[in-house]
């Protein structure tokens, strides 16, 4: 990747206190970009960006509840202050606490508060930061929105209904932003984003669960958080010009082919050839 890319532009990524947000933010910075650290905790986006600087970076921590129109306001205030202007919006914050998770059963079993939350954060949150932040990207010639939707967006599971229908949702904003707003300069795409080895997943997930999902994949290992945040910065980028209105799977190709695939690779495998 070329370095320095992203020199000049000013970027936001909501829930960039930690995970896959912060990764983003610490990669857009390494490319240049002027970084606003967003999170509704204040600490935690501190830390972050204070680990940007730390390494030569630019950024600026914000606090903020992406599911208050007020608090959105109000950062992106602060960023249009700061820099004056906004570039790049990544929409990544989502509500994945334990609480949530917990709540977010099969459909019989959902628990309402877990629903609402989700649609708040995940899906509300995204739609109130472009309505606030595309004004500013549209006086300064256009921008990159860029929204974090997830494998549950696009496939049916067991478990997480309210998540999953929320992360359909940006599939659905990401591609009216485009369409809305792409003769003015603003560009709008989407990520699904696949089973990444981020520190939740390293501590939480058994590693049986991990063995499963790696035999979906269609690539030798699990990917990295940085995978992802390659992708983000391309996006982010001049480099993806003409890119707009797309949904990208960030997978590994686990939604890429038939559920069939696994057992039949193993029927060959057992057979020594791959002949009906």
């Known amino acids: 990747m070329t370095e320095g890319k992203l020199a000049g532009k000013v970027a936001i990524v909501t829930g960039a206190g930690n995970g896959l947000g912060a990764h983003c933010a610490t990669v857009l910075a390494e490319h240049g970009a002027r970084v606003a650290v967003v999170d509704i905790r204040l600490d935690a986006a501190q830390e972050v960006a204070a680990a940007i600087e730390a390494r030569g970076g630019t950024a600026m921590a914000v606090e ?9 306001r109000r950062m992106v205030a602060a960023v249009v202050d700061q820099w004056g202007r906004i570039d790049v919006l990544h929409n990544n914050a989502a509500a994945l606490d334990l609480k949530t998770r917990y709540a977010d059963r099969d459909v019989c079993n959902v628990e309402i508060e877990a629903w ?16 606030h932040a595309i004004p500013v990207m549209l006086r300064n010639g256009g921008g990159s929105v860029i929204h974090s939707s997830s494998g549950f967006g696009v496939m049916g599971d067991a478990t997480l209904t309210s998540y999953a229908c929320s992360k359909a949702a940006l599939l659905a904003l990401s591609r009216m932003v485009a369409a809305q707003y792409g003769k003015q300069g603003v560009r709008s795409n989407a990520l699904v984003i696949g089973f990444v080895l981020n520190e939740h997943a390293q501590k939480e997930v058994p590693d049986e669960i991990k063995q499963i999902l790696l035999a979906q994949h269609l690539t030798p290992e699990l ?18 010009a003409f890119v707009t209105g797309h949904t990208m799977m960030v997978d590994g190709g686990f939604t890429s082919h ?18 009906w």
Do not use: H, Y
């Open 64 to 72: 903020t509840d992406v599911s208050a129109e007020d608090d959105i």
């Open 116 to 131: 609402d939350r989700s649609m708040d954060v995940n899906a509300r949150g995204a739609m109130l930061c472009c309505k």
């Open 223 to 240: 990917g990295s958080p940085r995978q992802i945040a390659d992708v983000v910065a391309f996006l982010a980028s001049d480099e993806s």
């Open 258 to 275: 038939a559920p069939s695939l696994v057992p039949i690779r193993e029927l060959f495998a057992r057979k020594g050839d791959n002949k």
